[in-house]
């Protein structure tokens, strides 16, 4: 990896700004995301291997918020089942044209497509699985019951949300502890104290996470009767939840 695609953003720059998606980010977000994300893709192998037992034959799976369609590269390499079509949607003309041409470049471009939309507008009815990805957290609290029943609506009855997200304790000890140990974990990936306290402060206002249990109760509350969390690591969390075969 070249300096250039490394995550440098906070080692030098005072912060002065909320986090966003920037032309910054987007030259360095792979490597952002490997450094930031415990067992990202150790998750994303797991993801797969739940899809391949759930999706049925053409079903699309739809990556929301796929920045620059590494979850999507990996799911078509890893899953069995060749008639599934796979679609990446986001905001960010940048990340999607990165997304674009590392499909072109792994020659996945004919398997894989992608939609530059808000993500909170899809309509994509009879989708066989949707991907929600460490993306629901920077959605405003207010919003997400009502982006979370539109996904639900777009799901194809015994359709599959698989969503990941960065959690909270309300216990205020196991939550010190987890921060910390998340800490811990990006000092480990190389970042300084400096770039994870900057970092932490950019995302302040903008990334606001729920509990494991918060985030279960919303899904039920659209309509999802299973509802299962099948990974976690302190305070990080994979959940996988499917649309009744019977409204």
């Not at 070249?2 to 700004?17: G, H, L, P």
Request: a negative charge.
């Amino acid at each position: 990896m070249s300096e250039k695609d490394k995550d440098t953003i906070y080692r030098n720059d005072s912060v002065n700004e909320d986090f966003v998606f920037s032309e910054r980010v987007v030259e360095v977000f792979d490597d952002m995301l490997d450094r930031s994300i415990p067992f990202y893709h150790e998750v994303i192998r797991a993801t797969a291997s739940l899809l391949d037992a759930l999706l049925k034959d053409y079903d699309q799976i739809v990556d929301l918020g796929c920045a620059t369609g590494t979850t999507l590269l990996e799911f078509c390499r890893l899953l069995n089942n060749n008639t599934i079509s796979y679609l990446g949607v986001d905001n960010s003309p940048a990340m999607l044209e990165k997304g674009r041409l590392k499909a072109k470049n792994y020659q996945k471009n004919t398997k894989i497509s992608f939609q530059e939309e808000d993500i909170t507008r899809i309509n994509l009815p009879e989708t066989g699985a949707f991907i929600l990805n460490y993306t629901l957290q920077f959605i405003r609290p207010v919003l997400r019951e009502e982006f979370l029943a539109t996904i639900y609506a777009n799901l194809r009855p015994g359709g599959v949300l698989i969503l990941s997200e960065k959690t909270i304790c309300h216990d205020p000890l196991f939550n010190r502890i987890f921060i910390e140990l998340y800490h811990r974990f990006k000092r480990k990936k190389g970042y300084s104290e400096l770039e994870i306290a900057r970092k932490r402060e950019a995302l302040e206002n903008v990334l606001i996470p729920f509990s494991i249990e918060e985030n279960k109760t919303l899904l039920h509350k659209v309509g999802f009767t299973s509802v299962e969390s099948y990974f976690q690591w302190f305070n990080f969390a994979s959940f996988v939840a499917i649309k009744p075969e019977v409204d």
